[in-house]
């Protein structure tokens, strides 16, 4: 792993969610703890145990939006701002890539955030030719890549998947939902993360993070999402029944009616 259990070396990690789900700010902790390297960190997430440098690769953000965010987070984190090289971008990664390999190579970096897929993807993001084409120049890159990307919903199964073709889903070795619970008026965040496929191992448990944004610094803290129902809520079945018969034994019948499931 580059970043244990979430992000495994030399494979392309996609995180899907729908808009205003910190996705953004996810990557750039995970650059931080990878970068700094941090690892006695409050997510818990094991890094290398050396500073590994990489490339954020935005086509979302500008650059003032992405350092303040930075600064903020290093600041919240009481850990010195790591010097994350940034790269903001307007062509698709496929027509970009030999510029994007001599920035890497110019600064040694071993891995790349992808920020998003949407727009590095170019043409039609729902034409199977298009996420080939993306992920065929991620290839020749050989390094490690986190890429983010938004929600589609299948209005038939309800399955969440990310937003484009298929192949997407298909390409990526590690696909990563996430989901949030915010109250309003609430000055924080509670994100839930849900290993939906693994081509590398099996899928890990749900993982949460608690943002909290106050006055030029943003915190954060590991969350158990056994303690926000909404995000419970979307663990995976065989999650949701452990922790409802910790409460005690139930029949099947029960349990069903209970989260409403079939038996």
């Not at 010195?80 to 390999?101: F, G, S, V």
């Not at 039609?124 to 992920?135: K, P």
Request: proline residues 5%; contains cysteine; glycine residues 6%.
């Amino acid at each position: 792993y580059l970043l244990d259990p979430l992000i495994p070396l030399k494979n392309p990690t996609l995180f899907f969610g729908e808009g205003g789900t910190a996705k953004s700010h996810l990557a750039l902790i995970f650059s931080l703890i990878i970068s700094t390297p941090w690892p006695d960190n409050p997510l818990f997430l094991i890094p290398e145990d050396r500073a590994v440098k990489g490339l954020y690769l935005d086509w979302e953000m500008g650059e003032d939006d992405f350092r303040r965010r930075l600064k903020y987070l290093a600041t919240g984190c009481g850990i010195p701002q790591a010097a994350i090289n940034y790269r903001e971008c307007t062509m698709p990664l496929a027509d970009d890539i030999e510029r994007i390999q001599e920035c890497l190579e110019g600064i040694a970096g071993e891995y790349i955030v992808v920020d998003s897929v949407a727009g590095a993807a170019g043409g039609d993001i729902l034409s199977a030719e298009t996420a080939m084409r993306f992920f065929t120049a991620l290839r020749t890159l050989h390094t490690t890549s986190i890429i983010i990307a938004h929600t589609a919903k299948n209005s038939e199964t309800k399955k969440r998947t990310p937003f484009g073709s298929v192949f997407f889903w298909n390409y990526a070795r590690s696909i990563w939902e996430v989901a949030t619970q915010q109250e309003e008026a609430k000055n924080s965040l509670e994100v839930g993360l849900y290993h939906r496929k693994s081509n590398i191992t099996g899928l890990h448990r749900p993982f949460g993070v608690k943002l909290t944004f106050d006055y030029m610094k943003t915190l954060i803290l590991l969350l158990d999402i056994r303690d926000s129902p909404r995000l419970l809520e979307k663990a995976s079945v065989k999650v949701r029944i452990l922790e409802l018969l910790k409460e005690g034994a139930l029949e099947v019948g029960s349990i069903a009616e209970a989260l409403n499931i079939t038996e």
